[in-house]
């Protein structure tokens, strides 16, 4: 069997991209197809470079730091693409990668990350934060992202078989595109966060700062309770606007590097994650260090964060709601248990996803061919 596996782009590393990386370790005989890419990152997925073909994004101006400004272009790109020659295609998805063209002797199976956010549930949340709900940019923004959602409708059907990272994107999956899904969730590194079960008296969370990430309104709700140490590690847009917000209990120490973080990760009596996200490797991170959950109860954390066991969760993104859940995992701190923390964790290792996947796409192969 020939096998390409197909990538939106590779910029910078993340969930995503080590995903990446254990499908392409799973299929090393693989071509990688992607909009564009950085030799660097590319590397450090452990990808030979000679492997990777990219697309005519690359070439155009300033594309490696403004390649979301040519969205308009993505599809036309994909579909550039001709895989014609292979038997397999995998496509590690969040944006258009699932859309490359193949045909009825293909099988096309897609990992799906999310539907493209906002083309389709961030939508309204997207126009506002950038400023582009009137004027003249606005309107071709939004013409833009209608037709990038009449596009990906399109290519639906290009795939055979979708696999989401969790259950809420499933859900997602079958809203937008009516298909039914099979759920794996994302590898995480939990071999690389050690039970450390001598808690201290903060509060700790981590995060890139942009808005959905909501650490504003973490950093607000602890300015109002100024008997509880918050710390806060990460950096981005929204730093200084945050740092303005926030009380002498809140310590901002901008980007760590990974040492820095897992120790503040495990001495810290709880992290708190407030972010709507799809999957959201970072609270399993904490848990894998026996260190339990505050978390928003909607989205990928509702699957990873056992409520009352591992964690507890806030109805609302509130600061009140917050707050209100700070007060209650005081009342039951005592009660939770490190170690079943950290075996919760370790339910989303690596080696559990490779396992998980590898057995999934060679069924799919046998059945197909």
Request: glycine share 4%; proline share 4%.
């Amino acid at each position: 069997m020939k096998t390409a596996i197909v990538h939106d782009w590779i910029v910078d590393i993340g969930g995503a991209e080590n995903c990446l990386k254990e499908i392409y370790s799973l299929y090393p005989t693989s071509d990688v197809y992607t909009l564009l890419s950085k030799k660097e990152s590319v590397s450090r997925l452990s990808i030979p470079l000679e492997k990777v073909t990219e697309s005519f994004i690359k070439n155009l101006p300033k594309a490696e730091t403004k390649y979301r400004n040519y969205l308009m272009f993505f599809p036309l790109a994909i579909e550039q693409f001709d895989l014609s020659e292979y038997d397999v295609i995998i496509s590690s998805s969040h944006a258009v990668a699932k859309g490359v063209l193949t045909n009825a002797n293909q099988l096309h199976i897609c990992y799906c990350y999310t539907p493209i956010r906002y083309a389709w549930d961030l939508y309204h949340q997207y126009l506002k934060e950038a400023n582009l709900i009137s004027g003249i940019k606005g309107k071709i923004a939004k013409t833009i992202l209608h037709y990038i959602r009449i596009w990906d409708l399109s290519t639906v059907n290009r795939v055979d078989h979708f696999i989401a990272i969790s259950n809420y994107i499933s859900r997602r999956i079958k809203k937008v595109y009516g298909r039914e899904s099979t759920v794996i969730y994302p590898p995480v590194e939990v071999d690389k966060f050690e039970l450390y079960t001598k808690k201290e008296d903060f509060y700790l969370t981590a995060s890139r700062m942009v808005p959905y990430k909501k650490i504003d309104l973490i950093v607000e709700a602890f300015s109002k309770i100024p008997d509880k140490k918050l710390v806060v590690i990460g950096d981005g847009p929204d730093f200084e606007k945050i740092k303005k917000k926030a009380g002498k209990n809140v310590e901002l120490l901008g980007y760590q590097p990974f040492e820095v973080l897992k120790d503040y990760m495990q001495r810290a009596k709880a992290f708190i994650f407030a972010a709507e996200e799809d999957f959201g490797i970072i609270p399993v991170e904490a848990q894998a260090c026996g260190t339990p959950v505050i978390a928003f109860g909607k989205g990928g954390a509702t699957e990873t964060v056992i409520d009352g066991e591992t964690g507890i969760f806030f109805k609302k993104q509130s600061v009140e709601s917050l707050i209100e859940a700070v007060k209650n995992f005081e009342d039951v701190e005592d009660k939770f248990d490190f170690q079943k923390i950290r075996k919760n964790a370790e339910r989303f290792s690596k080696e559990r996803f490779k396992k998980e996947i590898k057995e999934f796409i060679d069924k799919k192969i046998e059945d197909f061919f």
